[in-house]
């Protein structure tokens, strides 16, 4: 690694643990994000860097520590940057030159949890040796920001004091504030089965509505890891009232975008909703309108980000995929 001083191999292997030292203290909470940030430069000098966690509830990303970016800069590249993106695409338009951008995976293929932005020092770049170690280290720093980026997400849910919530463990619903999320868990089996499969897949959150008596709620289920929570891996579960679906979208509307964000034809969905494919074609050039998305790709992208789907089959008893 050029960036080390003599580069010798103990010099590059003490360099490598350090990173993993500094990572398996923060996941302990001995230690900073901030620290990881200065731990890397044991690999590549770099005059600006950043370390983001995905946060699936609003398709951002989220600073977890940065070098060089004032909060000003920090905050854009949080309102700007969507899941896995090019940082050429949002930053370098803005004058920043030379960036590198990392993406961090909990494995190849697997979970996406943010990414690593840096410009190295050198106006060359970096070097292949450099840019490898880095890649090699996404997996590593990608736990880092799963553990401590959905937190404090969580921790803004659970201080909102109008906010009903439970925790589902092990099958079994434990009641945290209000009654209406422990009594939907209780009266929609959909919602438990949804639980279940949020761990199962790895996913950090998924919502949608439910409706009971007339009355929707907005339900979003977030995975608590036990190594947050010292516990065994729960979901918390939220209930929030609504007056009206958002969009102005109708009970059928939300059927038929539900079934289009799960990649289903137009007669697929007529077969599912026992309908003729005329209504639901009528029903997805309506959905084009109130989304103001000119393709069913559009409209199910929107509804993945924003967890506009029916938390249970249309119809039915079982739950669309949700957002991962």
């Given at each position: 690694m050029a960036a080390i001083e003599g580069g010798s191999d103990m010099a590059d292997i003490c360099a490598l643990v350090l990173v993993a030292e500094t990572v398996a203290a923060v996941l302990c909470g001995e230690a900073d994000v901030s620290d990881v940030l200065a731990s890397l430069k044991g690999i590549v000098q770099f005059d600006t860097a950043m370390l983001s966690s995905f946060d699936p509830a609003g398709a951002l990303h989220q600073p977890l520590a940065q070098v060089g970016y004032d909060d000003v800069v920090a905050a854009y590249a949080a309102s700007g940057l969507r899941a896995r993106p090019t940082s050429a695409q949002v930053l370098q338009p803005e004058g920043f030159r030379g960036i590198v951008t990392v993406p961090l995976f909990l494995e190849p293929g697997a979970k996406y949890t943010g990414q690593l932005v840096l410009r190295p020092r050198d106006e060359d770049g970096l070097t292949d040796e450099e840019h490898e170690v880095l890649v090699r280290l996404a997996s590593l720093l990608a736990r880092v920001a799963d553990v401590r980026g959905p937190r404090p997400w969580v921790d803004e849910f659970l201080t909102r004091p109008t906010l009903d919530t439970a925790v589902v463990r092990g099958g079994q619903i434990e009641r945290?504030?209000?009654?209406?999320?422990?009594?939907l868990c209780q009266s929609h089996p959909d919602l438990l089965r949804s639980a279940g499969r949020l761990i199962a897949d790895g996913r950090i959150a998924a919502s949608g509505y439910v409706s009971e008596a007339d009355q929707w709620w907005r339900i979003t289920l977030i995975r608590m890891a036990a190594d947050l929570t010292g516990e065994a891996t729960g979901v918390l579960v939220t209930a929030e009232r609504q007056s009206s679906l958002p969009h102005g979208l109708t009970s059928r509307e939300l059927d038929v975008l539900s079934l289009v964000a799960r990649g289903a034809s137009n007669s697929e969905i007529a077969e599912e909703l026992a309908v003729s494919v005329r209504t639901i074609t009528t029903h997805v050039e309506r959905l084009f309108l109130k989304l103001g998305r000119p393709s069913r790709a559009g409209c199910a992208g929107l509804a993945e980000a924003q967890g506009?789907?029916?938390?249970?089959?249309?119809?039915?008893d079982s739950v669309p995929s949700g957002r991962s």
């Open positions: 945290l504030r209000g009654d209406a999320a422990f009594r506009l789907v029916r938390l249970g089959r249309p119809g039915g």
